[in-house]
């Protein structure tokens, strides 16, 4: 597609419940990347694919969390028994073989609210 | 050693003035830079980059400055206008193998008009 597409744009959930965030990232990019940012905050790392490598998962805060990638496709951000802590913005980008160094293009993110 | 230090955390300047954000580093290893500029209720969209072989890089009113020795790198938006007011994040990186993004925690920037 044009652009990294996210899903849903807003969640709504309860405190203890599953929630599953989807990322679609731009055709061609074999790099995708999870953050995570807290109202007015920065953006923290949670977890890096690139391609069939072994994921990079050290910034996923808890056992909660988890990730999954198919092939270099759609990846699926998923966060068990959900603490009102979780609630933040979801970001996920992707970017072109060789990784980094050639900028990320984000999506708009995923808002989850734990009540 | 992978931080990224970002400042000021807010800046307010007038319309028509210079915004200046400034960032820090402490690996060497990095040689990719780039801003990101994100609005409310959107993802950061990368602004402008610059990598260590040059000390300046200018795209229109926005101007990367980098310090190699000092291990700093700075924005500077000339003329600034209200439609900049955004957040503003620095990020470094090795751009070689699989690296990723480190990133400041944001400058919230607001022109008054």
């Known amino acids: 597609g044009a652009g990294v597409s996210q899903s849903p744009s807003n969640k709504v959930t309860e405190k203890g419940k599953d929630v599953e965030l989807r990322c679609d990232p731009i055709?061609?990019?074999?790099?995708l990347y999870w953050y995570r940012q807290r109202l007015g905050q920065g953006l923290e790392f949670l977890i890096y694919?690139?391609?069939?490598?072994?994921?990079?998962k050290s910034g996923l805060p808890s056992d909660r969390f988890s990730a999954e990638r198919t092939g270099e496709s759609v990846s699926t951000l998923t966060i068990q028994r959900t603490q009102q802590e979780d609630s933040a913005v979801y970001l996920c980008?992707?970017?072109?073989?060789?990784?980094?160094?050639?900028?990320?293009?984000f999506g708009s993110g995923t808002r989850l609210t734990v009540v | 050693q992978q931080q990224v230090k970002q400042s000021p955390q807010s800046l307010i300047v007038q319309k028509g003035g210079i915004s200046i954000i400034n960032c820090a580093y402490e690996?060497?290893?990095?040689?990719?830079f780039p801003w990101y500029q994100q609005f409310p209720g959107k993802g950061p969209a990368l602004l402008i980059a610059?990598?260590?072989?040059?000390s300046e890089k200018k795209e229109g009113r926005f101007t990367i400055s980098f310090n190699k020795s000092a291990k700093q790198f700075s924005l500077h938006i000339m003329d600034s206008q209200p439609g900049d007011s955004a957040t503003y994040f620095c990020?470094?990186?090795?751009?070689?193998?699989?690296?990723?993004?480190?990133f400041g925690t944001g400058t919230r920037l607001l022109v008054s008009p």
């Open positions: 980008a992707s970017s072109r073989p060789g990784g980094s160094g050639y900028g990320y293009t």
């Open positions: 690996n060497t290893a990095f040689d990719y």
């Open positions: 990020a470094a990186s090795m751009s070689y193998g699989f690296q990723k993004l480190v």
């Open positions: 694919f690139q391609g069939n490598s072994a994921p990079d």
């Open positions: 610059i990598r260590p072989d040059v």
């Open positions: 055709s061609g990019h074999t790099a």
